[in-house]
C-alpha cells in the first residue's frame, strides 16, 4: 500500500492519510467522516457495502471505518477485501453493543479495533489516530529498507558483490513489468526472496502474493490446489475450492521447484498462461484470470527438456525473463553483510544482544562453501545467537558438527577449526591461510584481502611455513639427529636447533630420534 504518512511530527494528526467510511446509513457516515476531517483526515464516505467495495478497487486508503451490519456486503468482507488488496490498510469496525463479540472476531481476522454506536467523537479520533500513528511508524521502516536497499540490496535481497550487483539490477529492471519471469538457482540461495522481490515492486503489489511448492504434493493434490476444485468433483469434495491461481487474480503466484512439476500439470500449466482462463476439477466452465507467474529451479531445465522430462514449450514460455542467483561460495564478500543483518534480525526475535563476531570465526565462514548457501548461513548464525551469552559469536557458540566441524584440513592438520581449540595460534592462522589460498587457486592478493590481512604479511608467513616443513621433513629423514639434519640442508647445525625449538620441533624431533 502506498501510504501517505511522510509528513512532519508538527502537521495535524490525519494530514495526509485518506480514509474511508463505510455505513448504510448515510447520516452516520457522513458525520463520522466529518468528525475526521476537522483533525485534518481526507474522507470519503460509501454508503452501501457495494459502493465501499467499488472505492476500494479504485483508489489507495490508509484507514477503512465500516459498519460491521449492512444489507448488502458485511464489514467482515469489507474486512477481507481491503487486507487483499492493501495488506498494510488499518480497518476498524464499527458496531452495535449487541454485536460486539462480531467485532472482537473481526480483530482476529485482522481489523485494528472497533467503535460501538453511537460513535463518541473523541473516542473515534483517537482510535484513528492511534491507527495512523501505526502507519506512520510501517512508513519510516520502509523508508529505512528502502535507504538499506539502495546500498546493500533490493526488498530483502541483500548483496554488495558484483554479481549480486547484476542480480539486483536486473531485479529492478523485471519487476515493474507484467512478463512471466524464471528465477535459477541453487537450493537456499533466496529464490523466494527474489519473486517477493518482483512482486513487491510490480504494480501488482496490492494484490495477493500466491505460492505453490511443485514438490510438496502428488500430482492430484498438487491440480487441486493449483485449478480448485466444484462440489462433487471427488470423494471428498463437499463444497467448492478456489486453486491458487483464483486466489492470486490480479496478482503474482510463485511456482518453486517448477522443475520437479508433473508432465500432465505441465501440460495445464502452459493453458493458463496462453488463454489466461482455469478450469476448477468438474467443471467445464473457463475462469478468467490475470496473473503473473514467477516460477524458480534449481534443475538444469535445458538437461531436463532434451530428457523429455519438461516441456519445451512450457520452458519457453516461462523463460520470458530470466536471473539467475549465484551461490554463496561465488560472492563470498556478501557473507558477513548478510551475517550482519542476520544477528540484528535474531537479536530482535531471542531478546539477544550480540554485538560482532570472534575473527577465527569469520575467518572460517569466509573460508566454507556454504554448500546450503543463504540459507545454511542463516541458521547457523541463529543457532550461535541463542547460544551466545557473551555478545561475541565465538567457537564456544558453536554447536557440535555444525558449520566449522564439517571444515577439513590437508597435510595431516586437524581435521576442522573445532579441534583447533586449544592449538598454537600459529597452527589456527595456517589453517585459515590454506583455505583460503585453496578457495582463490592461489591468488594471494585475494587470500590476503579475504584474510584481513596484508599480502606482505601473507608472503612473509607463507615463507615461514615452508621452512618449517622443510624443517620436519629434514629432521624425520634425519631421525632427529640435527647435526645430519642441518647438513642436508645446508646450514649450521645450531641456526638449525635455533629455529627448530622457535617452531616447536626440537624436542619433538629429538624425542622421535630417540624412540
Given at each position: 500500500?502506498?501510504?501517505?504518512?511522510d509528513?512532519s511530527?508538527?502537521a495535524?494528526p490525519?494530514?495526509?492519510?485518506k480514509?474511508?467510511v463505510?455505513?448504510?446509513?448515510a447520516?452516520?457516515?457522513e458525520?463520522?467522516?466529518?468528525?475526521l476531517?476537522?483533525?485534518?483526515?481526507e474522507?470519503?464516505?460509501a454508503?452501501s457495502?457495494?459502493e465501499?467495495?467499488r472505492?476500494?478497487g479504485q483508489?489507495?486508503y490508509d484507514?477503512?471505518?465500516t459498519?460491521?451490519?449492512?444489507?448488502?456486503?458485511d464489514?467482515?468482507?469489507?474486512?477481507?477485501?481491503?487486507?487483499?488488496?492493501?495488506?498494510d490498510?488499518?480497518v476498524?469496525?464499527?458496531?452495535?453493543?449487541?454485536?460486539?463479540?462480531?467485532?472482537?472476531?473481526?480483530?482476529?481476522?485482522?481489523a485494528?479495533?472497533?467503535?460501538?454506536?453511537?460513535?463518541?467523537?473523541a473516542?473515534?479520533r483517537?482510535?484513528?489516530?492511534?491507527?495512523?500513528?501505526?502507519l506512520?511508524?510501517?512508513?519510516?521502516?520502509r523508508?529505512?529498507?528502502?535507504?538499506l536497499?539502495?546500498?546493500?540490496?533490493f526488498?530483502?535481497?541483500?548483496?554488495?558483490?558484483?554479481?549480486?550487483?547484476?542480480?539486483?539490477?536486473?531485479?529492478q529492471?523485471i519487476?515493474?513489468?507484467n512478463a512471466?519471469?524464471l528465477i535459477?538457482?541453487?537450493?537456499?540461495?533466496?529464490?523466494?526472496?527474489?519473486?517477493?522481490?518482483?512482486h513487491?515492486n510490480?504494480?501488482?503489489k496490492?494484490k495477493?502474493?500466491?505460492?505453490?511448492n511443485?514438490?510438496?504434493?502428488n500430482?492430484?493434490?498438487l491440480?487441486?490446489?493449483?485449478f480448485?476444485?466444484e462440489?462433487g468433483?471427488?470423494?471428498?469434495?463437499?463444497k467448492l475450492?478456489?486453486?491458487?491461481?483464483?486466489?492470486?487474480?490480479?496478482g503474482?503466484?510463485?511456482?518453486?521447484e517448477?522443475g520437479?512439476?508433473?508432465?500432465a500439470?505441465?501440460a495445464?500449466?502452459?493453458?493458463?498462461?496462453?488463454?489466461?482462463?482455469?478450469?476448477?476439477?468438474?467443471?467445464?466452465?473457463p475462469?478468467?484470470?490475470n496473473?503473473r507467474?514467477?516460477?524458480?529451479?534449481h534443475?538444469?531445465?535445458?538437461?531436463?527438456?532434451?530428457?523429455?522430462?519438461?516441456r519445451?514449450?512450457?520452458?519457453?514460455?516461462l523463460k520470458?525473463?530470466?536471473?539467475?542467483?549465484?551461490?554463496?561460495?561465488?560472492?563470498?564478500e556478501?557473507?558477513?553483510?548478510?551475517?550482519?543483518h542476520f544477528?540484528?534480525e535474531f537479536n530482535?526475535?531471542?531478546?539477544k544482544?550480540?554485538?560482532?563476531v570472534?575473527?577465527?570465526?569469520?575467518?572460517?565462514?569466509?573460508?566454507?562453501?556454504?554448500?546450503g548457501?543463504?540459507?545454511?548461513?542463516?541458521?547457523?548464525?541463529e543457532?550461535?545467537v541463542?547460544l551466545?551469552?557473551?555478545?561475541?559469536?565465538g567457537l564456544d557458540d558453536?554447536?557440535?558438527?555444525?558449520?566449522?566441524g564439517k571444515?577439513s584440513?590437508?597435510?595431516?592438520q586437524?581435521?576442522?577449526?573445532?579441534?583447533?581449540?586449544?592449538?598454537p595460534l600459529?597452527?589456527?592462522?595456517r589453517?585459515y591461510?590454506?583455505?583460503?589460498?585453496t578457495?582463490?587457486?592461489?591468488?594471494?592478493?585475494?587470500?590476503a584481502r579475504?584474510?584481513g590481512?596484508?599480502?606482505?604479511?601473507?608472503?612473509?608467513?607463507?615463507?615461514?611455513?615452508?621452512q618449517?616443513?622443510?624443517?620436519?621433513?629434514?629432521l624425520?629423514?634425519?631421525?632427529?639427529?640435527?647435526?645430519?639434519?642441518?647438513?642436508?640442508?645446508?646450514?649450521?647445525?645450531k641456526?638449525l636447533?635455533?629455529?627448530?625449538k622457535?617452531?616447536?620441533?626440537a624436542e619433538g624431533a629429538?624425542a622421535?630420534?630417540e624412540?
Amino acid at each position: 500500500m502506498t501510504s501517505r504518512a511522510d509528513h512532519s511530527a508538527s502537521a495535524k494528526p490525519g494530514e495526509g492519510l485518506k480514509v474511508l467510511v463505510i455505513d448504510d446509513d448515510a447520516l452516520h457516515a457522513e458525520t463520522v467522516a466529518e468528525g475526521l476531517e476537522r483533525v485534518g483526515y481526507e474522507c470519503t464516505a460509501a454508503t452501501s457495502g457495494k459502493e465501499g467495495a467499488r472505492l476500494l478497487g479504485q483508489d489507495d486508503y490508509d484507514v477503512v471505518l465500516t459498519d460491521l451490519k449492512m444489507a448488502d456486503l458485511d464489514g467482515l468482507a469489507i474486512l477481507r477485501l481491503a487486507k487483499e488488496q492493501a495488506p498494510d490498510v488499518e480497518v476498524v469496525m464499527i458496531t452495535g453493543h449487541g454485536d460486539v463479540k462480531t467485532a472482537v472476531e473481526a480483530i482476529k481476522q485482522g481489523a485494528a479495533n472497533y467503535l460501538t454506536k453511537p460513535v463518541d467523537v473523541a473516542e473515534l479520533r483517537a482510535i484513528v489516530d492511534k491507527a495512523a500513528e501505526r502507519l506512520r511508524l510501517a512508513h519510516a521502516n520502509r523508508e529505512l529498507r528502502r535507504q538499506l536497499d539502495e546500498r546493500f540490496g533490493f526488498q530483502g535481497v541483500i548483496g554488495n558483490s558484483p554479481k549480486m550487483h547484476e542480480v539486483i539490477k536486473r531485479l529492478q529492471a523485471i519487476a515493474p513489468t507484467n512478463a512471466t519471469v524464471l528465477i535459477l538457482g541453487e537450493t537456499g540461495t533466496g529464490k523466494e526472496l527474489a519473486a517477493r522481490a518482483i512482486h513487491n515492486n510490480s504494480p501488482r503489489k496490492n494484490k495477493p502474493f500466491a505460492e505453490m511448492n511443485c514438490t510438496a504434493l502428488n500430482e492430484n493434490l498438487l491440480d487441486d490446489e493449483l485449478f480448485g476444485h466444484e462440489p462433487g468433483a471427488f470423494t471428498g469434495a463437499d463444497k467448492l475450492r478456489k486453486g491458487r491461481f483464483e486466489y492470486a487474480n490480479g496478482g503474482t503466484l510463485f511456482l518453486d521447484e517448477i522443475g520437479d512439476m508433473p508432465l500432465a500439470l505441465q501440460a495445464k500449466l502452459l493453458r493458463v498462461l496462453e488463454n489466461r482462463e482455469v478450469f476448477r476439477i468438474g467443471s467445464n466452465e473457463p475462469i478468467k484470470v490475470n496473473v503473473r507467474v514467477v516460477s524458480a529451479t534449481h534443475r538444469d531445465l535445458d538437461a531436463a527438456v532434451a530428457e523429455g522430462a519438461f516441456r519445451q514449450d512450457l520452458y519457453h514460455r516461462l523463460k520470458v525473463m530470466t536471473v539467475k542467483l549465484p551461490p554463496l561460495r561465488e560472492r563470498r564478500e556478501d557473507i558477513m553483510l548478510l551475517t550482519a543483518h542476520f544477528i540484528k534480525e535474531f537479536n530482535a526475535q531471542h531478546g539477544k544482544h550480540v554485538q560482532t563476531v570472534a575473527e577465527p570465526v569469520r575467518r572460517a565462514m569466509m573460508a566454507y562453501d556454504w554448500p546450503g548457501n543463504v540459507r545454511e548461513l542463516r541458521n547457523f548464525i541463529e543457532s550461535m545467537v541463542v547460544l551466545d551469552v557473551d555478545g561475541v559469536l565465538g567457537l564456544d557458540d558453536v554447536q557440535d558438527g555444525d558449520v566449522l566441524g564439517k571444515m577439513s584440513l590437508s597435510s595431516g592438520q586437524p581435521a576442522g577449526p573445532s579441534s583447533l581449540v586449544g592449538r598454537p595460534l600459529s597452527e589456527v592462522e595456517r589453517y585459515y591461510t590454506e583455505q583460503a589460498l585453496t578457495l582463490t587457486n592461489g591468488n594471494r592478493e585475494e587470500a590476503a584481502r579475504m584474510l584481513g590481512i596484508g599480502e606482505r604479511t601473507l608472503y612473509r608467513n607463507i615463507k615461514e611455513w615452508e621452512q618449517q616443513t622443510k624443517i620436519r621433513e629434514a629432521l624425520e629423514a634425519a631421525h632427529g639427529d640435527e647435526t645430519a639434519a642441518a647438513r642436508q640442508l645446508g646450514i649450521e647445525a645450531k641456526e638449525l636447533h635455533r629455529k627448530a625449538k622457535k617452531q616447536g620441533l626440537a624436542e619433538g624431533a629429538q624425542a622421535d630420534g630417540e624412540g
